[in-house]
């Protein structure tokens, strides 16, 4: 393999190949990437439950002379991961030639196929029944940039379905509604590079109180999916400053059609007292 090419993805392909051993600790590290294995070697292997050789067995396959060289490369990932916007603007400068509006279109198509090919289905199901529990309420909260998403994600699973908060983007807010979170509730957190720490707090308290957490995160994976249940990546890259959230936007629009479909029973009804409402409130123009 090449540095070019995510680790994580490396990880995902090799799989098959792998011993039970190795597929464990593989695993682990998908699950916990890339902090699991920013640490010691002794440490990795502990928190994996496999032997200090398998580690070296497992990078050894992957390409890397020895785990001290996987780590300078997973280094050299990272920093990728948490530029800046400025450095990022720098980098995009040297985007091919062409219109900036096909760059950027060429660029959000190649991440769509390539979550699509990353996403676990099972994952993603997995949430959808949560989130169509009725007797489970959902609380949604994002960063600083993915707060927008959040607040997008819940205006449109309110019309399908009862209990459905988004949580303030303002910090003193969240001890109230945590306050309230009760074992078995979904957190529902979006949460991309540059990660943030007020986001990651929340998802491990909410975690404690005995919530289920979905994250939606980037293809290297927020901190927060430490605590997560199920957790949902997306690649992010674009020819500008900005990372984009099209997939993101992708990814919530899925969740809800499938969870749509899941309680259609209880959200047709639903939809159509909605309806009536805003005929009877004449919220949206008539043009008869």
């Not at 900036?100 to 993603?124: H, I, K, P, S, Y």
């Not at 992010?236 to 936007?249: F, G, K, Q, R």
Request: hydrophobic letters at 50%; glycine letters at 4%.
């Amino acid at each position: 393999m090449t540095a070019a090419v995510p680790m994580d993805e490396e990880m995902r392909l090799a799989l098959p190949d792998l011993t039970r051993a190795e597929r464990q600790l593989a695993s682990h590290i998908l699950s916990n990437y890339p902090v699991a294995a920013l640490g010691s070697i002794t440490a990795l292997a502990g928190a994996a439950g496999v032997s200090s050789p398998t580690v070296v067995r497992l990078v050894q396959k992957l390409g890397y002379k020895g785990y001290p060289d996987f780590q300078r490369a997973l280094r050299g990932q990272v920093e990728a991961m948490l530029v800046s916007p400025l450095v990022k603007q720098a980098r995009a400068a040297g985007a091919p030639e062409g219109h900036a509006l096909t760059r950027f279109a060429e660029a959000v198509m190649e991440n769509l196929e390539a979550t699509l090919l990353q996403v676990d289905t099972a994952a993603f199901d997995a949430a959808a029944a949560l989130l169509a529990d009725p007797r489970r309420r959902i609380f949604a909260m994002g960063g600083r940039i993915t707060h927008a998403i959040a607040d997008y994600f819940v205006t449109l699973m309110k019309v399908i379905r009862p209990d459905v908060l988004l949580m303030s983007d303002m910090s003193n807010a969240w001890p109230p509604a945590l306050l309230d979170l009760k074992p078995g509730d979904v957190m529902v957190v979006f949460d991309i590079r540059r990660y943030e720490n007020a986001v990651l707090q929340v998802a491990e308290m909410a975690r404690e109180q005995g919530a289920e957490i979905v994250l939606v995160t980037d293809r290297w994976v927020s901190p927060a999916g430490a605590h997560a249940t199920h957790v949902l990546p997306c690649h992010i890259e674009a020819p500008s400053a900005w990372d984009s959230n099209v997939t993101l936007m992708v990814m919530v629009e899925a969740l809800l059609a499938a969870v749509q479909g899941l309680t259609w029973e209880v959200t047709e009804p639903r939809m159509k007292r909605l309806e009536d409402l805003y005929t009877r409130t004449r919220f949206f123009r008539r043009y008869r």
